[in-house]
């Protein structure tokens, strides 16, 4: 792989960055109408990232984290991790286990690994929606530009949201607005994983490393090259280019409305 195409993309002012999102949130906010901003904590690093931007928008009603485990498959360490952010930032949270949630559903459901995963993330949206809903909040996505553009979330689950404060920054750009904003570090460098199932690991699933999918995206989407110049540009394998293409094109239902006659 190419490390030059990788420091390209890293260097950026991250200053500017996090004005310009905290920007984007208090106006949001006031033109909405809305009390304030919600959103799902899991205690990696998407989540954990927004938090930290929320604690410092001036003049919000209201920041409410939801932490959502299933406590049959969520590491307790990361609910642990979300625990302490909120201590450490103090903004308002509420911890609801929907294990029980999760099983009742699945009572009734054929069942498939996959699906079910899935509605983990489909329960947390209902309930964040509920919440935001109650107390007049817009919903905040945590999904990065990595992850939105290679199609990576649930749809109608954790892709649901009225903002998306952190897609313009792919994960290796997050890390580094992380670490600007006071993220701590275990969290900064933990694998990323949705937690979906036991031993869900992001990269391990997609099969290529964040700093390789990084380089990829952004030759084909911001400097705009071919598949061909993008294999030679960034120095990594023509087949998890085009896994990484190919993921993009399939799953471009999930960024768009839906079709209508």
Same mark, same amino acid.
């Given at each position: 792989?190419?490390?030059?195409? @990788?420091?390209?993309?890293?260097?950026?002012?991250?200053?500017?960055?996090?004005?310009?999102?905290?920007?984007?949130?208090?106006n949001k906010v006031s033109?909405?109408?809305?009390? #304030?901003?919600?959103?799902?904590?899991?205690?990696?690093i998407d989540s954990a990232?927004?938090? %930290?931007?929320? +604690? +410092?928008?001036?003049?919000?009603?209201?920041?409410?984290?939801?932490?959502?485990?299933?406590?049959?498959?969520?590491?307790?360490?990361?609910?642990?991790?979300?625990?302490?952010?909120?201590?450490?930032? #103090?903004?308002?949270?509420?911890?609801?286990?929907?294990?029980? *949630?999760?099983?009742?559903?699945?009572?009734?459901?054929?069942?498939?690994?996959?699906?079910?995963?899935?509605?983990?993330?489909?329960?947390?949206?209902?309930?964040?929606?509920?919440?935001?809903?109650? +107390?007049?909040?817009?919903?905040?996505?945590?999904?990065?530009?990595?992850? %939105?553009?290679?199609?990576?979330?649930?749809?109608?689950?954790?892709?649901?949201?009225?903002? @998306?404060?952190?897609?313009?920054?792919?994960?290796?750009?997050?890390?580094? @607005?992380?670490?600007?904003? #006071?993220?701590?570090?275990?969290?900064?460098?933990?694998?990323?994983?949705?937690?979906?199932?036991? #031993?869900?690991?992001?990269?391990?699933?997609?099969? *290529?490393? %964040?700093?390789?999918?990084?380089?990829?995206? %952004?030759?084909?989407?911001?400097?705009? @090259?071919?598949?061909?110049?993008?294999?030679?540009?960034?120095?990594?394998?023509?087949?998890?280019?085009?896994?990484?293409?190919?993921?993009?094109?399939?799953?471009?239902?999930?960024?768009?409305?839906?079709?209508?006659?």
């Amino acid at each position: 792989m190419n490390s030059e195409i @990788l420091q390209e993309v890293l260097r950026q002012d991250y200053t500017n960055i996090q004005e310009n999102i905290l920007s984007f949130l208090k106006n949001k906010v006031s033109e909405k109408k809305s009390d #304030g901003v919600i959103f799902g904590l899991s205690g990696g690093i998407d989540s954990a990232t927004v938090a %930290y931007l929320c +604690k +410092k928008i001036d003049d919000v009603k209201e920041v409410l984290a939801l932490v959502m485990p299933d406590s049959a498959i969520s590491p307790s360490s990361e609910t642990g991790d979300a625990l302490k952010i909120i201590g450490e930032i #103090g903004i308002n949270y509420k911890l609801i286990d929907i294990n029980t *949630i999760h099983k009742r559903y699945s009572n009734y459901l054929e069942p498939d690994d996959l699906a079910l995963g899935n509605l983990r993330a489909r329960i947390r949206s209902n309930i964040i929606y509920y919440y935001a809903n109650l +107390k007049n909040l817009l919903v905040l996505g945590t999904s990065d530009k990595s992850e %939105y553009l290679i199609g990576y979330f649930t749809k109608f689950g954790d892709g649901s949201a009225d903002l @998306l404060p952190i897609v313009s920054l792919y994960k290796t750009q997050l890390r580094e @607005l992380a670490k600007a904003i #006071g993220v701590p570090n275990n969290i900064v460098t933990k694998k990323s994983s949705p937690n979906l199932w036991k #031993g869900h690991d992001a990269e391990k699933e997609i099969g *290529i490393s %964040y700093e390789e999918i990084d380089s990829i995206l %952004y030759c084909l989407f911001d400097k705009k @090259l071919s598949l061909d110049e993008t294999i030679q540009k960034t120095e990594i394998s023509k087949k998890s280019v085009e896994k990484i293409y190919q993921m993009y094109q399939n799953t471009e239902h999930k960024r768009i409305l839906p079709e209508r006659v």
